[in-house]
């Protein structure tokens, strides 16, 4: 660990020494080249390849090694935390194509600080001070290190996005309304895919035990989501002068997501965890329906909208007869091992958010002038989709897998009709004191001790209870066991 805890100290040094000549680069500023199209130097091209490694890689990864223990969890997030640092610091000292004033250059410094309160968070907790003295802030450090690394998570996405955004040099002067509305939206379908995608693989027994309806929280969603949207389609960006067509379509469709989502909450306010609805399925497809009639200024537009909306209505048809078949018996509704079916709808919901984003304005404009067609359009971002599914599948499946291997390494309880007490190494104590207190009792280390040393000086010995009382006299022979590897 001091290995790693050097490479962060020299990282800082690093920082610390160019953030003063990377603030005064004014590659932001005004008399630079802003040509979008003029390409991007090297050092750029080594900042987004040092950060897609460190964020878009070994953070995720490292996150879920965290949440499950392992003893890499440290090593990742370090070498992650010194990428990020030099990563950084290239984004802040690049020559050539200089950007206008942009919300992804301003949104690195909070990412900035993010990364160092995680860090420093991790740093403390591998101190184990409470072993020292009374540490009453430890447990309160160790839910907000928890948090950060979710809400790290979450602010990478958006900090990829705004640098697309960036790079391309969309959502500027008068675009910038529709072009928010379409990344908000676009990232909110997408973000209910994942959920749902979260909840088919991994979290269906956690919902379970709440003892509601899985459809009783997309309610909730739809109907907060149709409530805000209703009253932020019209003049809550930009300055509205009368109702467009346009605007009318959006405040109805927030305004059927507010009823729709209202009602379907209602019916399964008393639900139990067996309980389906198909109303959010149908709200699904009905916004799909009017998506995909939704008028625009050119003819490749109002196609791309279509198959957003056909996007959308196959994710609300899949749910809808992946419900039947739940209902009906025909598809077991496996807690461990979802059926392949349930995964269609959650892959078609993911797809609708990326074409949703990508059917903003200029987007279209620039890849219609340029050719493109359709079915190109539509075969690209389709791409696109399946390596986001891909990615979120990748995570949980890797949460998934550790769990496994923790499970078949752990050993039986006392459910099984087994005890485990561990003894100390035989060669260490007299026979004498061993046959007076055979049983040593084991002392957990702390939960979170990634690194826990291997247990090579000790057994553990199972013995099998007697079926009535308990009654140490009948124990039957020991069975010693090799020595166990923890993480």
Not at 27 to 53: C, F, Q, R, T, Y
Not at 122 to 143: C, M, Q, V
Not at 235 to 262: M, N, Y
Request: hydrophobic share 45%; charged share 15%.
């Amino acid at each position: 660990m001091v290995t790693y805890r050097r490479l962060l100290l020299m990282a800082a040094v690093l920082l610390l020494a160019n953030i003063q000549s990377a603030s005064a680069h004014d590659h932001h500023g005004a008399n630079l080249n802003l040509d979008p199209g003029e390409p991007i130097g090297a050092v750029l091209k080594l900042h987004i390849l040092l950060m897609s490694i460190s964020f878009g890689v070994l953070f995720p990864i490292g996150l879920v090694l965290g949440l499950k223990k392992h003893r890499w969890h440290v090593p990742m997030q370090a070498a992650g935390g010194a990428i990020a640092i030099v990563g950084f610091v290239l984004g802040h000292a690049h020559g050539g194509r200089a950007f206008p004033e942009n919300a992804h250059s301003k949104f690195s410094w909070f990412m900035l600080w993010l990364l160092l309160a995680q860090l420093g968070a991790g740093i403390y907790l591998k101190l184990h001070t409470e072993r020292r003295f009374n540490d009453r802030a430890r447990p309160f450090i160790k839910i907000a290190h928890k948090y950060m690394a979710i809400l790290m998570v979450v602010a990478t996405y958006v900090q990829v996005l705004l640098g697309v955004v960036a790079w391309l040099g969309y959502c500027y002067d008068g675009f910038l309304g529709q072009c928010l509305a379409h990344l908000i939206m676009g990232s909110s379908f997408l973000a209910y895919g994942v959920w749902l995608l979260l909840l088919v693989r991994l979290a269906m027994p956690w919902l379970e035990s709440f003892g509601r309806s899985p459809e009783l929280y997309d309610s909730v969603m739809i109907m907060s989501w149709g409530l805000f949207n209703t009253f932020t389609e019209h003049g809550f960006i930009e300055e509205a002068h009368g109702w467009s067509h346009k605007d009318l379509q959006h405040t109805s469709l927030g305004v059927i997501w507010f009823c729709g989502g209202l009602l379907s909450t209602y019916m399964l306010r008393k639900s139990r965890s067996s309980d389906r609805s198909m109303f959010p399925a149908i709200i699904l497809i009905f916004t799909g329906c009017a998506m995909g009639s939704h008028e625009q200024d050119t003819e490749f537009s109002t196609k791309v909208h279509f198959v957003f909306g056909l996007s959308l209505v196959l994710a609300g048809f899949s749910r809808c007869v992946e419900i039947l078949l739940i209902t009906t018996g025909l598809i077991k509704n496996h807690k461990s091992e979802p059926n392949p079916f349930q995964y269609i709808s959650v892959f078609f919901l993911c797809h609708s958010g990326v074409m949703f984003m990508s059917a903003n304005r200029e987007s279209v404009t620039a890849l219609g002038n340029i050719g493109i067609d359709i079915g190109t359009f539509s075969l690209g971002y389709l791409s696109v989709s399946f390596l986001l599914f891909f990615y979120a599948y990748f995570l949980m499946q890797l949460y998934a897998d550790l769990g496994k291997k923790d499970k078949e390494m752990a050993l039986p309880t006392a459910e099984d009709g087994m005890v485990y007490q561990q003894v100390t190494d035989i060669r260490s104590h007299p026979s004498e004191e061993i046959s007076r207190n055979p049983h040593v009792l084991f002392d957990a280390a702390d939960d979170d001790d990634y690194d826990a040393p291997e247990l090579s000086s000790h057994a553990f010995r199972a013995t099998s209870t007697a079926a009535a009382g308990g009654d140490p006299s009948r124990l039957s022979d020991d069975i010693e066991l090799d020595p166990m590897h923890r993480d």
